[in-house]
C-alpha cells in the first residue's frame, strides 16, 4: 500500500480520534493531566497546560465533525475496499 493523501488524511483522523476519546477521571489524572494541575491566571501558559487545553478543545469541538467524518470514512471504506 502506497502512502497517499487519503492515507495521510485517514492517520490524522485515526489521531484525533484517540485525543477524543480520552478520558479525564480514567487516564489523564492518573498520568497527572488533570485540569487542576493546569496553571492560575496571570501565569505563562506551560507546554503542560497547553497540551491539556488542546485535548480539551478537541474534546469539545470536534465532537459532531468527527462522527460525521468517521460515518464518511466507514462508507467510502466499505464501498471502495
Known amino acids: 500500500m502506497a502512502l497517499g ?3 495521510l488524511i485517514e492517520a490524522a483522523l485515526l489521531c484525533v480520534n ?3 476519546v480520552l478520558n479525564e477521571e480514567r487516564f ?3 498520568v497527572g493531566w488533570a485540569t487542576d494541575t493546569v496553571s492560575g491566571f496571570g501565569e505563562q ?3 503542560k497546560s497547553q497540551i491539556i487545553n488542546l485535548i480539551r ?3 469539545m469541538v470536534m465532537r459532531i465533525p468527527l462522527i460525521i467524518v ?3 470514512t ?3 471504506l ?3 475496499g
Open 18 to 20: 484517540a485525543i477524543a
Open 45 to 47: 501558559p506551560g507546554m
Open 78 to 80: 466499505l464501498l471502495f
Open 5 to 7: 493523501l487519503y492515507s
Open 57 to 59: 478543545s478537541v474534546r
Open 74 to 76: 466507514i462508507v467510502l
Open 70 to 72: 468517521n460515518t464518511i
Open 28 to 30: 489523564l489524572s492518573k
